[in-house]
């Protein structure tokens, strides 16, 4: 069975492996760049990633989410040839749409490098950075594929041969005393094309050994259906997305405040990245949309709800620390870069207390066959961008706080419906309060250490309270428990101190 627990656990471990080693080289080289480029170079560098962050979901056309939805369905039951057949059409589509956006940018080049604020020098340089439109896209979309198939050994792999390959890259020029913005992006381009051959070459391979027994069939009109309606809420979604506020922010604060931005959201993505529900997500959706479909709703709501908590759980905690050594924090790693940013990475986190869940509540609508719904909630997403235009009046302090507030009333709203309906989340409220609670606890303790002695001390004690602390709220349900030992067997009695007993909560 293609999405048996054997395989999930199996699967599980290229997983956690893969993204350790993506996790460590992602932040040596965010650390390394910072360093070694000019606060203009860097943010220019910074917003040309964000314009391909951007196009990642404004040119997937809600395609990205059909194959996440059809292609788990359709490798377990689906009828001779139906999966390549899929397959092929859907990244055949994509190169083309690539193409396409990739073209029409490197027509605008000029004008849209002015608009950015660029000096002549990078406008003449970076035109390059339009080749990783192709590359690094087409790359991700099949790294999905590849996820959809629990193929995490390969999947991992290549992903973490991209930033380790830029390190490596970066390091020769830094050697040789050739590095520049325009070498910069040369490597990336060179990178990323070897990960994304290599990636379909696994992708093709798997198909191979994939010709279907089944007798499911997919109509045209089905797939297309949903892509249309995951269409608009992609087009929505991508307003709100990290590039493109990288580079909003650009736009209205100038390249180097985007790149102290650029450089903040980079530690958000990293910590919002390893989020549960992003980082494990990418290996449970396959096996909800089997378990869905196979009329277990319990399971998926279950999970679900399972994930969210422990999302909020982790970010309380990235809060506090945060609030009580923010500026010591940031200044440290950014090697007295960026000065007083503390209480900026703080609301942004604040805000990723929503931001991360939306993965988790998109997916989970998508699942419930809410897709209709969710374009039409989507339209909150516009509230994102307007509120940095309105925020810029007050420098980034007031972007921030208009991107938090935004986030919180967009998610809040999609998961109250959500809610409500016959097949929803049941959240466990009572055990993420407790958590928060003492989360907040910890940030009083922390800051009184930190008065009487150091940001670092203070940091210690709120680490330490929360670790122990959490045995004592036990923020973790008796439901969550069975869940746990249903999918990790005998390795889930490590969470045994954390289990509330009492069945009621």
């Not at 503390?342 to 929503?354: K, N, Q, R, S, Y």
């Not at 999609?414 to 989360?439: C, K, P, S, T, V």
Request: net charge positive.
């Amino acid at each position: 069975m293609l999405y048996s627990g054997k395989r999930f656990r199996k699967a599980l471990q290229h997983f956690l492996l893969g993204r350790v080693t993506q996790a460590i080289a992602f932040f040596a080289l965010t650390l390394w760049l910072v360093r070694i480029l000019s606060p203009s170079d860097y943010g220019a560098y910074m917003v040309l990633w964000g314009m391909v962050e951007m196009l990642m979901p404004l040119s997937s056309l809600g395609m990205i989410e059909g194959v996440r939805r059809f292609l788990p369905e359709l490798a377990e039951r689906g009828a001779p040839g139906l999966l390549s057949k899929f397959v092929s059409w859907m990244a055949l589509i994509r190169f083309a749409i690539l193409i396409v956006f990739s073209t029409t940018i490197v027509s605008f080049w000029p004008e849209i490098t002015v608009w950015l604020g660029f000096s002549v020098v990078q406008q003449n340089s970076t035109i390059i950075a339009t080749g990783l439109i192709i590359t690094v896209i087409g790359f991700r979309f099949t790294v999905e594929m590849l996820e959809c198939l629990l193929e995490q050994r390969w999947s991992q792999m290549t992903q973490a041969l991209m930033p380790i390959g830029r390190i490596i890259g970066v390091a020769l020029l830094t050697l040789a005393g050739t590095l520049t913005l325009e070498k910069l992006l040369y490597i990336d381009l060179i990178i990323s094309t070897s990960c994304f051959l290599l990636a379909e070459l696994f992708l093709i391979r798997k198909l191979r050994n994939l010709p279907g027994t089944g007798d499911y069939y997919v109509s045209v009109r089905e797939i297309a259906t949903f892509v249309w309606h995951m269409m608009g809420t992609s087009l929505l979604w991508a307003a709100a997305g990290p590039g493109t506020l990288r580079i909003l922010v650009a736009r209205v604060l100038g390249l180097e405040v985007a790149g102290m931005f650029a450089f903040l959201q980079q530690l958000q993505t990293i910590i919002g990245r390893y989020l549960p529900a992003n980082l494990l997500y990418n290996i449970i959706r396959p096996i909800l949309i089997s378990r869905y479909t196979a009329g277990e709703i319990s399971i998926v709501s279950q999970t679900v709800a399972l994930l969210w908590k422990i999302n909020l759980l982790i970010v309380a905690i990235c809060v506090a620390s945060i609030a009580i050594a923010g500026d010591t924090l940031i200044a440290f790693i950014s090697s007295d870069r960026f000065m007083d940013a503390g209480t900026v990475m703080l609301i942004m986190l604040i805000g990723l207390g929503a931001a991360g869940q939306s993965q988790l509540i998109n997916s989970s609508m998508q699942i419930f066959s809410y897709t209709h719904q969710l374009r039409y909630f989507s339209l909150l997403a516009i509230l994102v961008p307007i509120s940095v235009i309105i925020g810029s009046h007050w420098g980034l302090i007031g972007v921030v706080i208009g991107i938090m507030l935004s986030l919180w009333i967009l998610n809040s709203t999609i998961l109250m419906w959500l809610n409500r309906q016959d097949e929803r989340i049941e959240l466990d409220w009572y055990g993420a309060l407790r958590g928060i609670a003492l989360a907040a606890l910890s940030t009083i303790v922390g800051w009184i250490v930190g008065q009487e002695y150091s940001a670092w001390w203070g940091l210690g004690a709120v680490l330490l309270l929360y670790c122990v602390g959490l045995v004592l709220v036990k923020p973790l349900n008796c439901n969550d428990m069975a869940l746990l030992r249903r999918g990790l067997r005998q390795q889930a009695r490590f969470f045994t101190p954390f289990v509330w007993n009492n069945p009621k909560y």
